[in-house]
């Protein structure tokens, strides 16, 4: 039988403390995120100095295949900091994960271009974007655990949505600095140099985030399960094994949605439906902002209603409207069609984006939580949110509609884990409050 702590009670944080706790591993999580996202958001612009041969759409599955490759590193990553956020503390590994997100960054904005340095330009990007998937990897679980161990029981959904919400307001940074670039500087600038800056400005925030996170408060729920068995994943697989496979399929249906409506949708409004670079990227900044908005209402509802119901109604609604909308954002030249249509798939995604670390962390006991969050889901995200973009660019090349069928079967499963596990709100095994 798997240990399990035993402690129910601990020295109880006030709210002005459980609040600044709150904030500063958001902050954090939103600049691993930014760094992250710079990535995706500048891909239009510095494809071509990484990737001289073939049209756009080439040149974009190459720096989509280096994208992927990035998140190949996250299971190592989620494994090697997940083990040292269950065992040093999830303050220690937030630190860690942070100052290698400065270091890749940093190398992505020194780094030359092939006509300067050849093949070696695209290998020394694969390789900082390697560090970065190493650095995210061990984000989301630390986060997503510190986060909802010190949320306090009656507003776990609340506050654990903020993950979801400096998540994809790191990419909205990475947007703005998209859109006040695209404003002062042409776009021969940005492809020459301008797309360097986004990962500088990334490297210095983390400079300023890690020495933030040195000073933050180390969870009861941590400090609690001390003397307990080491996490390992052989132990997660063995002893947790239904747990770990749901926290998989989720991942699985939220990486598809998430990547495909997030992520991908700035090159799906230019490269099919036929937007300037600048509308595409307006368009999404708007929608996520939008998205941002919304969740943490929906992260306090999970209070009142539970987890469960909530990801039901929102796995079921996705998969009937993904295919018709994504056909009529392909054919529209409007875009305040591509605006709403964007905002109604998010909007019916959010139900469980919102709830998507609270559920997860509630899966798993102390000892093992921060890595029974993060190395499932990085496993799946792996090679489900890391090929999505490559998986629709491909599928662009010979049916572009089977794309949409294929983020349809991924909400499917979703829904079809939700109605089989029990609501988390209720078996929640974070013990502390």
Known sequence: MPEVSTATQAPGLTMNKRIRAILGGSAGNLVEWYDWFAYSSFALYFAPAFFPKGDQTAQLLQSAAIFAVGFLARPFGAWMMGKYADRAGRRAALSASIFLMCFGSLIIALTPTYAQIGAAAPLILLFARLIQGVSVGGEYGSSATYLSEVAGKKARGFFSSLQIVTLVAGQLMALFVLLALQAVL??????AWGWRIPFFIGAALAVVVFVIRRGMHETDS???????????????FKDYPIETLMTVGLTITSSLSFYTFTTYMQKFLVNTSGFSKPEATQIMTGALLYFICLVPFLGALSDKVGRRPMMMISFALTALSTYPIMTTIAATSSTATAFLLICLSLTLFAGYSSISAITKAELFPAHIRALGVALPYSLANALFGGTAEYVALWFKTHNESGFYFYVTAGAVLGFLIAARMRDTKHTSQILED
């Open 222 to 236: 941590f400090k609690n399960a001390q003397g307990m068995t080491r996490a390992t994943a052989r132990m997660l």
């Open 186 to 191: 042409t776009e021969e600038a940005l492809k």
